[in-house]
C-alpha cells in the first residue's frame, strides 16, 4: 500500500463550554479549539483520518509545518511502516524542533497511520493493541474551570454523574483561598464523588505542600495534577515524599526522556500522556510502555476519540479523560454506556467526519 494523496485542514471547533471566564473568552483566543484534520489516501482505496489539536495558537504555523514540510515525506511511503515513517521525519525535521510545533503537526498524521492499520487489517484499534476491555471508566473534565461557581460546577456535573460517571476533575491553582473554600463545598455536596483537581502548573511548591495536604486529609481526592511547573522535576520529587495524595502530570512532557527522568525519581502516581504533544501514537505508546515497567496507572490528556482505544486496547490505561471537545467533528464520537466509555464500531479509530458541521469550522485565510 503506498500513500497517494494526503488532505490537511485547520479548524477552528467552537466550544460549547468555554474554558477561560467571560473576560479572557472575549479575547477570541480561548473560546474554541485549533485543530489540524488530515486525511491521509492511499492506492487501495483505504483513507486514514487523523487529527490534532492546539490551544494557543491561531494553528497557522502548524498547518504550514504539515503542508510544505511533513506531508512531502510521506507522499510515495507505505502508510503500515509507522515507525519507519516516524524515524525519517524525526531526521528530517531535526534542526527545526524535535519537540514541540513539528512533532504536534506529525501527530495527526501519525494518528492517521494507525487509523490505516486499523482499516487495512479490519480491526479496531483497540483490538490491535490488545483488546485489554470493551469499556473504560472515564470522568467528567470541562464541568469545573475556574470561572465556574460550585453551583454552576454541579449543574455542569450532575448530567455525567447521573449517567454513572467515574467523577469529575475540578480546576485550582489561580487563588488558593477559593480553592480552599470551593472544594470544601464540592466535596460536601458531591459526598462520596471521585473528584480530582487540577492546578495545572498553577502553585508554588509552599501552597502545592498546604493544599496537597489539605487535598488529600480534608477532601479525599482522586488526584493531585500538575501542582506546580513542569520543568520542576525536583519539586514534584519533593511533594511525593511528603504527600500521600497521588501526584499526576504528564500532559506538558513532550518526550520520552521527559517523561523518563520524572519515572526514575518516582515523581508521579498517575502518567498522563498526551497524544497530540508526543508526536502520536507511536511515541505515546512508547510512554505508556514506560510507565507500566514501573506499576504506574495511564490516563491519557484529553481526545477521548483516541484515548478510548488505547485504554481499551492496554491494561495499564485505566481511564479516560472525557472533553468532548472535538465531538462535533464526527458522526459518531464514542459513547457513554452505563457510565464507561466504549469505542465506535468499525475498524480503526471508528470515527465518521460530520463533513457538513467540518465546513463549518473551516479557517480561511
Ligand atoms: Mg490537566
Not at 505542600?209 to 479525599?220: D, Y
Not at 526522556?257 to 502516581?269: G, I, T, V
Not at 464514542?334 to 468499525?346: F, T
Request: charged share 25%; glycine share 8%.
Amino acid at each position: 500500500m503506498r500513500i497517494r494523496r494526503i488532505d490537511s485542514e485547520l479548524l477552528h471547533v467552537p466550544l460549547a463550554r468555554p474554558r477561560a471566564s467571560a473576560l479572557e473568552a472575549a479575547s477570541g483566543r480561548l473560546n474554541h479549539i485549533v485543530t489540524l484534520l488530515v486525511e491521509v489516501h492511499t492506492d487501495e482505496q483505504l483513507v486514514g483520518l487523523g487529527f490534532a489539536y492546539a490551544l494557543q495558537t491561531s494553528g497557522r504555523a502548524l498547518l504550514a509545518t504539515l503542508q510544505d514540510d511533513l506531508i512531502p515525506l510521506l507522499i510515495g511511503e507505505d502508510p503500515l511502516d509507522h515507525e519507519r515513517l516516524t524515524s525519517k521525519v524525526y531526521w528530517r525535521t531535526q534542526t527545526v524542533g524535535r519537540r514541540g510545533l513539528v512533532q504536534q503537526a506529525y501527530s495527526a498524521l501519525d494518528v492517521a497511520l494507525w487509523d490505516l492499520k486499523g482499516k487495512a487489517s479490519n480491526l479496531p484499534l483497540y483490538k490491535l493493541l490488545g483488546g485489554t476491555r470493551e469499556s473504560v471508566e472515564v470522568y467528567g473534565s470541562d464541568t469545573a474551570w475556574l470561572w465556574m461557581s460550585v453551583e454552576e460546577i454541579l449543574d455542569a456535573s450532575r448530567p455525567y454523574l447521573d449517567q454513572g460517571m467515574k467523577g469529575i476533575k475540578v480546576k485550582v491553582g489561580a487563588n488558593p483561598a477559593e480553592d480552599y473554600d470551593k472544594l470544601g463545598r464540592l466535596r460536601e455536596a458531591l459526598d462520596d464523588i471521585w473528584i480530582a483537581v487540577d492546578a495545572n502548573e498553577r502553585y508554588d511548591l509552599a501552597t502545592a505542600l498546604t493544599m496537597g495536604r489539605f487535598f488529600e486529609e480534608e477532601i479525599g481526592v482522586g488526584w493531585f495534577e500538575e501542582p506546580i511547573s513542569c520543568e520542576d522535576v525536583a519539586g514534584h520529587v519533593r511533594l511525593a515524599e511528603k504527600l500521600d495524595v497521588p501526584l499526576a502530570a504528564g500532559e506538558m512532557l513532550f518526550g520520552l526522556d521527559e517523561f523518563e527522568r520524572y519515572l526514575e525519581q518516582e515523581a508521579l502516581a498517575v502518567v498522563q500522556p498526551d497524544v497530540t504533544r508526543l508526536g502520536g501514537i507511536t511515541s505515546w505508546l512508547k510512554v505508556a510502555a514506560l510507565a507500566e515497567r514501573r506499576h504506574l496507572p495511564v490516563s491519557p490528556h484529553l481526545l477521548p476519540e483516541i484515548a478510548v482505544h488505547l485504554a481499551c486496547g492496554l491494561p495499564g490505561v485505566t481511564s479516560v479523560e472525557y472533553m468532548p471537545w472535538l465531538y462535533p467533528l464526527f458522526v459518531n464520537p464514542p459513547k457513554i454506556v452505563q457510565g464507561r466509555l466504549a469505542p465506535p464500531a468499525g475498524p480503526g479509530l471508528g470515527l465518521q467526519l460530520d463533513r457538513d458541521r467540518v465546513a463549518t469550522f473551516r479557517v480561511k485565510f
